[in-house]
């Protein structure tokens, strides 16, 4: 059964503290993307990867930063988090090729308090 | 460019009635269709889907979804939901031969009472 998994399912950090929220897939696909989840404004892009080490920015990448050392791993990094930040984040990996789906991780809802 | 339009954000309806769950489109080149379904407090999974031939596409759990490419439309219909259909509904549109990278609708959340 393929997955997407992720670190944490609930997390709750300070303003100001430095956040890794991880996500690892067993499909051995190329792409992955992290998203965050607000009521009423749906799914919006934070960062995608193409490929080991190569990161694009998605919509809203101000505040955060990526990593993707390994093709399974793709890492979202809060350098110093704020309030506006709390919000549920979708790690979500596709194999190559428009015609496929997107396979989500579970999220992690994060509070910064 | 793509972009994807939910019309309704929140869908009351009580068990065993009928849902039309509304998801318009607009795209300069093909696409291929998806939704998507989020049960509370999980990741999204995939509902159905369209790439090509018969334009009406089924899921397991007895959802349909029929691509009217005139309309530009994709919507999501089940003629009696059940109470663990309550969930957050998202379509999705990708650009066939290019980008892999989705468009989502904001959501539609089907809440069925009893």
């Known amino acids: 059964d393929v997955k997407v998994t992720q670190s944490s399912r609930y997390l709750v950090k300070r303003t100001g503290e430095k956040v890794f929220l991880e996500c690892v897939q067993d499909?051995?696909?190329?792409?992955m993307f992290w998203y965050r989840q607000d009521p009423g404004l749906g799914l919006r892009l934070i960062y995608f990867?193409?490929?080991?080490?190569?990161?694009e920015k998605g919509d809203i990448p101000e505040g955060y930063s990526v990593s993707r050392e390994k093709k399974e791993r793709f890492s979202l990094i809060l350098e110093s988090a704020s309030t506006n930040q709390t919000s549920m984040y979708l790690c979500a990996s596709i194999a190559s090729g428009s015609y496929n789906e997107q396979f989500f991780g579970p999220g992690t809802r994060l509070t910064v308090l | 460019a793509q972009s994807v339009t939910q019309l309704d954000s929140q869908v009351p309806v009580f068990e065993e009635a009928p849902v039309e769950l509304r998801c318009n489109y607009s795209s300069s080149v093909s696409v291929y269709l998806f939704w998507y379904v989020q049960y509370p407090n999980q990741g999204l999974q995939l509902l159905l889907k369209?790439?090509?031939?018969?334009?009406l596409v089924e899921s397991i759990n007895g959802f349909e979804a029929e691509f009217n490419k005139s309309q530009t439309s994709f919507h999501l219909r089940k003629p009696s939901v059940h109470i663990s259909d309550t969930a957050e509904y998202f379509c999705a549109v990708n650009p066939s031969g290019g980008s892999y990278i989705p468009t989502f609708g904001r959501g539609t959340s089907l809440i069925v009472h009893p």
């Open positions: 990867s193409y490929d080991v080490k190569m990161k």
């Open positions: 499909m051995d696909h190329e792409n």
């Open positions: 369209y790439l090509s031939g018969s334009t």
